[in-house]
């Protein structure tokens, strides 16, 4: 069409004045040339730049110009059209209203830290601060000199330490919690900077309790699965003891069972204690076995003042009989054919041996009373317990003895400890139940023992209280994502 023109070709040029300045002159078909002209210093030193512009002019043009462009030089010229067109950058700080003295404060304010850790059989006070990053020889100098303060070193390990310091290493506080004489309640000692000085308070209070879930699924033992979920060996053995009378945890578990439980955590000023039986109760737990599902709640019956588990349908979980003298533990040795251990001989073996420390508690499997508290040969201290309906209990090889003859007790009762008395290869428990006189298998009178009943007047009580675990049992389990088919 007349006057419209082709697009114009730019062949760029590049010249060095030998006066220094840089001249870049974009040249097209037309009547007009657009001029830019950069001053700099450095011009010479730009000279072979010039003549590889000439050989490798499209390439080499825009380099040339982002780097001149970083010298800051002045330019001045004329671009029309072919330049972009001209930016203006506005900036604006915003402070917030009152940020000066905000930021004073925070500079003048001091930084405390805080660090926890437990106390050791071989701690000093200077060892004792220094893992708990303290750098204060006056503090720990005074806890070398006051008799309240060493009790911090002194006494049974374990204690629950807290230090705050200030940013230099300097000790602020130190607060200590430990065991109390008294049941349910703990020590807290506190070592204050006072002023100049120092102070030292020791008080009693109550422990607390907070509820907790867990879940977890069995790969090879049950006290290996609440390992991986993270809970307390207490749980796995009050799980053991909730269900024992369902479930054999020595034979009948199987690969992929599952587990959920709502248990107590005693606490001290809100930290989880560590000594003791730090867990407190497991007030629920579901048991999935072979695809069938156990399920327990602790419930205290108005009648009954101990309390007991029960199954979600109000049926107690608890009965007549124990399924062991000892909490959960490993049978070396059950009722079957076995070679006796001196003898060398096959003998059938009336008992199940389990094997644990010596020192382990004992304890009755059923209320009755003591027959026979004392020595009998092979068996070393022995302790015969008469229970209901021609029934009795045996326990031999012990290290002590803990009741008399003629003594009435109750089921749980501790009756001695586990020893190695009479003829025995190392410490372990003899446990044997009779029936009439013969020996039975222990397993099979727990299972086929009474079990206890729910009195008809709580069971409106029991409902509520099931229900309420019930949910939290569901939680725990969608927690661990769990899921489980219950069978019947």
């Avoid at 030292?200 to 049950?222: D, N, Q, Y």
């Amino acid at each position: 069409m007349p006057g419209i023109l082709p697009a114009p070709r730019v062949v760029p040029d590049w010249c060095i004045e030998p006066k220094g300045a840089v001249h870049l002159t974009s040249r097209a078909p037309g009547p007009t040339d657009a001029e830019v002209t950069f001053d700099h210093p450095l011009a010479r030193a730009l000279r072979p730049i010039n003549t590889l512009a000439r050989r490798h002019p499209h390439s080499v043009a825009a380099a040339v110009v982002v780097a001149l462009s970083g010298f800051a030089a002045t330019a001045f010229g004329t671009a029309p059209d072919s330049l972009p067109p001209p930016q203006r950058v506005v900036s604006e700080t915003v402070v917030p209203e009152g940020i000066s003295a905000q930021l004073e404060a925070l500079a003048a304010h001091e930084l405390e830290l805080s660090r926890n850790d437990l106390t050791r059989a071989s701690d000093t006070a200077d060892g004792l601060l220094k893992r708990l990053g303290v750098s204060d020889p006056a503090a720990a100098e005074f806890i070398r000199r006051d008799a309240a303060a060493r009790a911090l070193v002194e006494g049974r390990p374990g204690k629950m330490v807290q230090a705050s310091t200030r940013d230099d290493g300097s000790l602020v506080e130190l607060v200590a919690r430990y065991p109390a004489e008294a049941a349910g309640q703990f020590t807290r000692l506190t070592i204050a900077r006072d002023g100049a000085g120092w102070r030292v308070r020791r008080e009693t209070a109550a422990l607390a309790s907070e509820v907790k879930l867990g879940s977890g699924t069995i790969r090879s033992s049950l006290f290996a699965a609440s390992d991986e979920a993270r809970l307390p060996d207490a749980v796995a053995t009050q799980i053991a003891e909730m269900f024992a009378g369902e479930i054999d945890f020595r034979r009948d578990l199987r690969r992929g069972d599952t587990f959920s439980v709502v248990y107590e955590t005693l606490t001290a000023d809100g930290e989880a204690i560590t000594w003791n039986q730090a867990t407190g109760r497991v007030l629920a737990a579901e048991f999935v076995n072979a695809g069938k599902a156990q399920q327990a709640v602790w419930f205290r019956d108005g009648g009954n003042a101990r309390g007991a588990y029960f199954g979600f349908d109000g049926q107690s979980k608890r009965r007549a009989f124990l399924t062991s003298p000892l909490e959960f533990s490993r049978v070396t040795s059950g009722f079957a054919m076995r070679l006796h251990p001196i003898a060398r001989t096959w003998r059938q073996h009336k008992g199940v041996d389990y094997a644990a420390p010596t020192g382990t508690p004992v304890r009755s499997v059923g209320d009755g009373v003591v027959d026979f508290a004392g020595w009998q040969n092979g068996y070393g201290n022995v302790v015969e317990v008469r229970h209901s309906n021609g029934r009795s209990t045996l326990y031999a090889h012990l290290s002590r003895i803990d009741v008399k003859r003629g003594e009435r007790i109750e089921q749980g009762e501790h009756v001695g400890a586990v020893g190695s008395t009479g003829w025995s290869t190392g410490p372990h428990l003899h446990y044997e139940v009779k029936v009439n006189g013969e020996q039975q298998d222990p397993m099979i009178v727990a299972k086929a023992s009474e079990a206890l009943t729910l009195a008809p007047a709580s069971r409106v009580a029991f409902a509520a209280v099931a229900a309420e675990h019930k949910a939290r049992i569901d939680v725990a389990r969608s927690l661990a994502g769990v899921a489980v088919g219950l069978g019947e």
